[in-house]
């Protein structure tokens, strides 16, 4: 079955630091790829997504890779600030239209 | 802006009486998800509306039960609310076809069942 493997958090770092939340998946198919942000009490907003093989998905500073020969979607940022700490989900899908597998989450909290 | 709105988003109840949360869409998205997240887990699915066809997950208890009246409405029904059912409930919707594979959530409503 597909499945998400993130890095556990949570991860703490000063502002302006770069950021890297690992990803990687075992999915059948070609999934596509996503990262979801939750802020604290909130529900989940995408962030960005690709859907096929070395696309490029960005959206505020964040960016990830779609990476089919080591199938990983790490999650990076240059220059994190305060206002990024937030839980960061990594998802896929696959095959059916509901299907949708998330990571665990990463808690990311960014210090002044 | 096109969204989901979910209501309320806060729901306090007590053990056994039945609740009901609301979750409504300006999206006009063909297929509505409920998901269940408790404290520090990923979000699970309970059940998902493909129009109006109803689809339980094989591991969704009995206990949980939704409607969908129309296209923007759905709603998530615990006939009787047990303390392992404090958890924010998640709205999701989606259309389908080529191309369209993105869920959308709404905000969520955070239970606490006293």
């Known amino acids: 079955g597909n499945s998400v493997t993130q890095m556990e958090g949570p991860v703490t770092l000063s502002e302006e630091a770069f950021l890297t939340i690992n990803c990687t998946y075992t999915?059948?198919?070609?999934?596509?790829l996503f990262w979801y942000v939750q802020y604290p009490g909130e529900g989940l907003q995408l962030l960005l997504k690709?859907?096929?093989?070395?696309d490029k998905g960005s959206n505020k500073g964040f960016e990830a890779t779609y990476r089919k020969e080591t199938t990983s979607f790490h999650l990076e940022k240059g220059s994190v600030q305060v206002s990024d700490s937030a839980v960061y989900f990594c998802?896929?899908?696959?095959?059916?239209?509901?299907?949708?597998?998330f990571g665990i989450g990463t808690k990311l909290q960014v210090i002044p | 802006d096109a969204m989901v709105i979910q209501n309320p988003r806060y729901q306090v109840t007590q053990f056994g009486k039945p609740v009901t949360l609301s979750c409504s869409q300006t999206?006009?998205?063909?297929?509505m998800y409920w998901y269940q997240q408790k404290s520090s887990q990923a979000p699970k699915l309970l059940f998902h509306?493909?129009?109006?066809?109803?689809?339980n997950e094989a591991d969704t208890p009995d206990n949980f039960q939704s409607r969908r009246p129309n296209t923007s409405f759905c709603f998530l029904d615990i006939r009787s609310p047990g303390l392992g059912d404090a958890a924010m409930y998640l709205c999701?919707?989606?259309?389908?076809?080529?191309?369209?594979?993105?869920?959308?959530f709404g905000p969520g409503t955070r239970l606490t069942v006293l």
């Open positions: 999701a919707t989606s259309t389908t076809g080529v191309g369209t594979d993105t869920q959308y």
């Open positions: 999915a059948t198919g070609y999934p596509s």
């Open positions: 690709a859907t096929k093989a070395d």
């Open positions: 998802a896929l899908k696959s095959g059916g239209y509901q299907k949708v597998t």
């Open positions: 999206l006009n998205h063909n297929v």
């Open positions: 509306y493909y129009d109006k066809d109803f689809n």
